[in-house]
T-cell receptor
Framework: DAGITQSPRHKVTETGTPVTLRCHQTENHRYMYWYRQDPGHGLRLIHYSYGVKDTDKGEVSDGYSVSRSKTEDFLLTLESATSSQTSVYFC?????????????????FGDGTRLSIL | QKEVEQDPGPLSVPEGAIVSLNCTYSNSAFQYFMWYRQYSRKGPELLMYTYSSGNKEDGRFTAQVDKSSKYISLFIRDSQPSDSATYLCAMSVYGNKLVFGAGTILRVKS
């Protein structure tokens, strides 16, 4: 298994509260990603990082922010959680073969965080 | 129209059958193709990774890419109940983000 740990694994919270999800890797990979997975939509990219302090938006970034202060940790924050953000969140990592913002190397996933916002 | 289309299933087969899972895509620039397997309440696990066209085999799994038809396939030989999972295809253009299909649910009955 790729050395990826997501925490917490489950969380229930209320609308309007801030929520932070953590992804920790032990592979020293440069690229890290946050996805959400919803029925009928598959995996959708929220934000990604191509190095420490280097992050960018994905296709569904509204309402989310990220931070990466160390190679091994990538944090996803919901500033003010809404019910539409109830989902399963996955972190992924990949190696780099270029210096660009995207890696074409395969991504390896953690086991996800199930987030319910009531 | 989605960039990557995948029949959601479920696809039910008896144990030992040959399974064919497929994805079609619209962007002819896709070059990197992947298949992931996802068990319930787990993250996607990489099964196959191919570049450009052709076949790739790994044990009971064979991945095929037909760029002229914009169609990729994953074949599973001698399917087992442990193969029951959701299978996701994914693809990308060089230097761009990975695009996923929505997944096909496979059930292998013993």
């Amino acid at each position: 298994d790729a050395g990826i740990t997501q925490s917490p694994r489950h969380k229930v919270t209320e609308t309007g509260t801030p929520v932070t999800l953590r992804c920790h890797q032990t592979e020293n990979h440069r690229y890290m990603y946050w996805y959400r997975q919803d029925p009928g939509h598959g995996l959708r990219l929220i934000h990604y990082s191509y190095g420490v302090k280097d992050t960018d938006k994905g296709e569904v970034s509204d309402g989310y922010s990220v931070s990466r202060s160390k190679t091994e940790d990538f944090l996803l924050t919901l500033e003010s959680a809404t019910s539409s953000q109830t989902s399963v969140y996955f972190c992924a990592i990949s190696e780099s073969e270029t210096g660009g913002p995207y890696s074409n190397q395969p991504q390896h996933f953690g086991d996800g965080t199930r987030l319910s916002i009531l | 129209q989605k960039e990557v289309e995948q029949d959601p299933g479920p696809l039910s087969v008896p144990e030992g059958a040959i399974v064919s899972l497929n994805c079609t895509y619209s962007n002819s620039a896709f070059q990197y193709f992947m298949w992931y397997r996802q068990y319930s309440r787990k993250g996607p696990e990489l099964l196959m990774y191919t570049y450009s066209s052709g076949n790739k085999e790994d044990g009971r799994f064979t991945a095929q890419v037909d760029k002229s038809s914009k169609y990729i396939s994953l074949f599973i030989r001698d399917s087992q109940p442990s193969d029951s999972a959701t299978y996701l295809c994914a693809m990308s253009v060089y230097g761009n983000k990975l695009v996923f299909g929505a997944g096909t649910i496979l059930r292998v009955k013993s």
